[in-house]
Every structure is written in structure tokens, then in C-alpha cells.
């Protein structure tokens, strides 16, 4: 896979060793997450973790100290952006909090990268040892970046809300995370006025605000208060011209989370990818005896609500559709981390429920990857194959343009420039 590397000097060609932490990858299908551009035939190189130059191969000029990976007739892709996960363990915190260490957290993280996701945006229940994590991210990252929520806001009052959303900040947050949602008329929903002064203190400290919620109604409530991103799909009915004029006019996005609906009634009965090696070569095998368990599917048959979040699914389909078509930006996300909702898979699953509801592959793609960092804030650091930029990549033994399965061809996983351990395939 290396290509020898000489020199030539008076005449005569010498070995010449390779220049650490510089690494040429040549030949490949460069897909650069930014408005659906692909380089054909290109060069990506990549210095100390960021990308050096990245072009066609004919234009770039390879450096003669550089490691050279030959990739020809792989594609190359930004590495995947979730920016609605959950890298935690809310019930252990609450139970147990010396269960939430560095090490869980990092486990966490490896796992989503060796999946191809390379960020991640943890929407909530994220302890010390998350943001312990977050500010260790450097030259030598070897999993997923991760950004922190810490404790989602759930204040019933405007001034407990400024209490909340200063302890959050005073954490070191990276955003704030509220829920607007009675949960299909189970729980209490938060109030317009407490949701507008959650945004209002947030904003006083320079914190965005990522709203959870389900009605249509509480959308265009929370983007006429301010709100920055909408967390998940609305559900409830087909969304309005108005809410796509304001989402579009306050450049808000809107993260689909599809999946998870998907994770309510799927185990009804056992799931067709629990066969799948893709999903058995991370997944917990006591994890997935638990969830084919007759009691437990009996359980979710049972619950009241299942039918209505099947339909729920299908609505946000044909709504990602519409606002994709109507200029909203889209942002990938997939709330996995509980119970159920498998960290890495999942996302994969996500991809294809995009594209099943009329994005196209390059759409998906362009969502998880550009857009999301966009949608952000870090589109100066990642999102793209761009130089300057992290070296946060996957390179793909498919084409995933061709079909959005592809991006499970995954070869190898690259951040800051590193290879990620256990995601390198023969």
C-alpha cells in the first residue's frame, strides 16, 4: 500500500525516509463535503493533522519526504459530523457517577469514529469527564471529537431558567440543550415564556441553544424566541411555508434524527441487523440478548405509543424532504447514546432513511458532513477537505454518490491525521 519514496542527488537515487505525520493519499474519488464537489482522480496531503493540499493529482505537487498511500479507485469522504448524539450515560450519572469516567467517555468516542463518524455534538447529560475529554482534543486525537451540552435545561420558571443556563455556561458548555415536549400528552411541556428566557440567558452568554421537540407549533415558537437549532424533526404534521420562511430567514437548521423513531417500536420483534456484521462487530452481544428478549418485545408491543411514532417516522420523512427542497439547511444527527440506539450504526441507518425520504446520496452526504459543520459553527476547523483544515477523513472502498450504502466501504478512518485504531480493513 506504500509507495516507495527516493531521491534523486548527483545522479544516483537514495532511500529516503519519510518525514513523520506527513502523509500523501493519491488517485482517489475526493468527495469535499461543500456543495456537492468531487475531485476526480485526486491528491489529499495532510501535514502534523491538517490538510496541506488537496486537489487533482496532476496539480499537486507531492512532497518527497511524504508517506504515499496509493488510493486509486477509493473515494475519499470529510469524516461524518453527528450533531444530535449523546456520548454519556445519563441513568449511570444520576446512579452511579463513578461509572461516567474519561475512559467510558473515550469508548464512546472510538466507537463512533471507527464507524466514520469523527464529531460528535453530545445534546445532553454530559459530566466532567466529557468536558474533561473535549479539552484534551488535539494534534494526537485518535476518536471522535466531541462537543458538550452538559445538563439539558428543564426549569419551570424564568428565573430558575437563568439559574440553569448559568450553571451549564459555568460548566463549559459548548451549547444549550431544553426540551419543548410533553411527550404525546405524558409529561408537562416547558413554557413559551421559560423557553424564551432559557434563550435570552443563553444568549447573554454566548451560548446557542439546541431545541428538542415534536409539534410544529412549538417550532415556530422556539425560532420566533431565538432558538438556534431545531434537535429533531417535527412530527406532528406537514411542516408550513412559514415555518420554512423562518428557519431559512433566521439560518436555523433542523437535525432530522430520524433513527429515532425508528429506535421506538423496532423491538417489536428482533431487527433484521442484528444478523448484520457490520452492526455485530461493536455491538454489546449481553446488550442485544436484552433487546430480543420476549418480555421485552412483548413491552414495546404493548406501549400505546408505538403506532403513533411508526406514523410519526413517515411524517419527518416527507418533511426533510419538503425543507430540503425549500432551502433549509439540513444537519445530520441520529440521538444515539441511549438505550438502543446504537453510537456509529445508527448513523448509517440514518443516511439511508435520508435518501429513502428523497435526498439525494450527495444531499445526505453534503448534511453530515459540510452543512453540519456549518449548521455548528466549526466549518472552519472540519466538514470539508480543505486546506488548513483538520485531516478528518474516510476512505471509502465504494462510491457512495452511487449508492448511499457505500459509505459503509469503510477502509480507514483518519482524525487530526491519525489513523483510527481497529478501523483499518485489508
Known amino acids: 500500500m506504500l509507495a516507495t519514496i527516493v531521491a534523486v542527488a548527483c545522479g544516483t537515487t537514495e532511500p529516503l525516509a519519510p518525514t513523520p505525520r506527513l502523509t500523501a493519499f493519491t488517485g482517489a474519488r475526493i468527495i469535499v463535503g461543500n456543495e456537492g464537489a468531487v475531485i476526480e482522480n485526486g491528491t489529499l496531503v495532510m501535514r502534523d493533522g491538517q490538510i496541506e493540499a488537496v486537489g487533482a493529482t496532476v496539480s499537486i505537487s507531492v512532497p518527497a519526504d511524504a508517506e504515499v498511500r496509493n488510493v486509486q479507485g477509493k473515494t475519499i469522504i470529510p469524516g461524518l459530523i453527528n450533531v444530535h448524539g449523546h456520548v454519556n450515560d445519563v441513568r449511570g450519572i444520576e446512579a452511579n457517577p463513578a461509572f461516567y469516567t474519561e475512559a467510558h467517555v473515550a469508548d464512546q468516542l472510538g466507537r463512533y469514529a471507527r464507524y466514520g463518524i469523527t464529531t460528535v ?14 479539552d484534551h482534543q488535539g494534534s494526537d486525537l485518535k476518536h471522535a471529537r466531541l462537543y458538550v451540552a452538559g445538563r439539558v435545561v428543564t426549569a419551570e420558571t424564568p428565573e430558575e431558567a437563568t439559574e440553569q443556563v448559568n450553571a451549564v455556561a459555568d460548566f463549559g458548555a459548548n451549547l444549550v440543550k431544553i426540551r419543548v415536549d410533553d411527550n404525546l400528552g405524558s409529561s408537562q411541556k416547558m413554557p413559551p415564556e421559560v423557553y424564551a428566557a432559557v434563550i435570552d440567558a443563553a444568549h447573554a452568554r454566548g451560548l446557542r441553544v439546541a431545541a428538542h421537540l415534536y409539534y410544529l407549533e412549538d417550532a415556530q415558537g422556539l425560532l420566533e424566541a431565538g432558538a438556534d437549532l431545531i434537535a429533531h424533526s417535527v412530527r406532528d404534521q406537514e411542516v408550513s411555508d412559514e415555518l420554512i420562511a423562518m428557519l431559512t430567514g433566521n439560518n436555523v437548521c433542523l437535525c432530522p434524527t430520524l433513527m429515532r423513531e425508528v429506535s421506538t417500536y423496532v423491538y417489536e420483534e428482533r431487527p433484521e441487523w442484528f444478523d448484520d456484521p457490520f452492526f455485530l462487530r461493536e455491538a454489546d452481544p449481553a446488550v442485544i440478548q436484552a433487546l430480543e428478549a420476549p418480555e421485552y418485545q412483548e413491552r414495546i408491543r404493548s406501549r400505546p405509543n408505538s403506532a403513533t411514532y411508526k406514523e410519526a417516522l413517515l411524517t419527518a420523512q416527507r418533511n426533510v424532504k419538503v425543507l430540503i427542497d425549500g432551502g433549509v439547511r439540513i444537519a445530520f444527527g441520529t440521538d444515539t447514546g441511549p438505550a438502543g440506539r446504537f453510537q456509529g450504526y445508527f448513523e448509517h441507518g440514518e443516511l439511508e432513511l435520508m435518501v429513502q ?29 480543505e486546506t488548513g483544515k483538520w485531516a478528518d477523513f474516510v476512505v471509502l472502498g465504494a462510491n457512495p454518490v452511487d449508492n448511499i450504502r457505500n459509505v459503509r466501504t469503510i477502509e480507514s478512518v483518519w482524525i487530526a491525521g491519525n489513523l483510527v485504531p481497529g478501523s483499518e480493513t485489508d
Open 357 to 385: 425520504a428523497g435526498l439525494t446520496p450527495m444531499q445526505a452526504i453534503v448534511s453530515a458532513t459540510g452543512d453540519a459543520a456549518r449548521c455548528m459553527q466549526v466549518e472552519d476547523e472540519i466538514g470539508t477537505l
Open 121 to 134: 455534538f453530545s445534546l445532553g447529560g454530559d459530566g466532567p469527564a466529557g468536558v474533561a475529554v473535549r
